[in-house]
């Protein structure tokens, strides 16, 4: 088998892993970033993420917690294999000759590479899975967009094709997408192999534990949010945004109100939990990964 069907499947298993772990806590990071700031006097839907949580589990039970995975089980695949397979092409290019260990500067090269690859699928199926996730938290708001129930993911995506601009529409937030993707990844995968020889006290990283894995994949993923957090607060609220009454003309228009009504903590919304999901999520990605990759050879 060659290295781009390995690096296909093995980023399959690890994007599975990742998702069935970290879903809730997307979608709890989703409607806290979503909702609208209060109006004077009175009090915002959730008050924290636990509160988020709560009312979510009241209001729709466990599968409320599941909302908008649809989505994103959909294309994990292809999602997570474009990313590990076009890092491990990156990686070849980058590497002087067969078998030697990419540095940490050549890795975050790599990441970088695989961003802008993913970006791509990455945005349709996330304007889809934060409409689904998002719809609760608008509908207190008295946004427009309420207007619009969504029945599951198949449905958001016949409505945007049908109503908002087609295809076009599906890509909407793909500039703050690629801007959250690039960096992110980068950053995610240079600490990964940082972390990786840091505990193997060197370059060849092929003998470390499932333990040491697991926790340089959980360091890796926290190193993703925290570089590009703000960003992806911006695609959220751009991609949830009602298309015929919109309420921001673009990403810089999003930044630039959030940061005058809210202050830069409006930047910041859903930080805990998407903390909180990296780090159990991106090691049970990495580590699926890994294993799998060793599996086939």
């Known amino acids: ?64 917690l599941y909302k908008g995975m649809g989505a994103p089980l959909a294309t994990v695949a292809g999602l997570n294999a474009v990313l590990f397979m076009v890092r491990g092409q990156m990686e070849a290019l980058l590497r002087s000759e067969s078998g030697d260990s990419l540095t940490v500067n050549q890795q975050i090269v790599a990441g970088a590479g695989a961003g802008v690859a993913v970006s791509f699928l990455a945005c349709p199926t996330e304007l889809i899975k934060c409409r689904l996730q998002a719809q609760s938290a608008l509908a207190h708001s008295g946004s427009a967009s309420v207007a619009v129930k969504y029945g599951g993911p198949m449905d958001v995506a016949r409505h945007v094709l049908r109503s908002e601009g087609g295809v076009r529409g599906l890509f909407k937030g793909l500039v703050p997408t690629l801007a959250r993707e690039v960096p992110g990844n980068a950053a995610m995968f240079g600490v990964y192999e940082a972390l990786k020889q840091y505990m193997a006290e060197g370059p060849d990283t092929s003998k470390l534990g499932r333990g040491s894995l697991i926790v340089a994949g959980g360091l890796a993923g926290a190193s993703f949010w925290i570089f590009v957090y703000p960003v992806d607060v911006i695609k959220s609220v751009v991609q949830v945004d009602d298309y015929r009454n919109p309420k921001y003309t673009g990403s810089m228009n999003a930044f630039n109100r959030i940061l005058a009504s809210e202050g830069v903590k409006g930047l910041f919304k859903g930080f805990g939990p998407a903390m909180a999901r990296s780090m159990p999520a991106n090691a049970a990605c990495f580590l699926a990964f890994e294993v799998s990759r060793s599996a086939l050879g």
């Open 1 to 64: 088998m060659g290295d781009v069907a390995k690096d296909l499947i093995s980023g399959t298993v690890g994007g599975a892993s990742q998702l069935i772990v970290g879903h809730p806590f997307d979608t709890i990071k989703v409607k806290l970033q979503s909702q609208s700031a209060p109006l004077p006097g009175q009090p915002p839907k959730y008050a924290g993420a636990m509160d988020a949580v709560r009312q979510t589990l009241a209001a729709e039970g466990p599968r409320g």
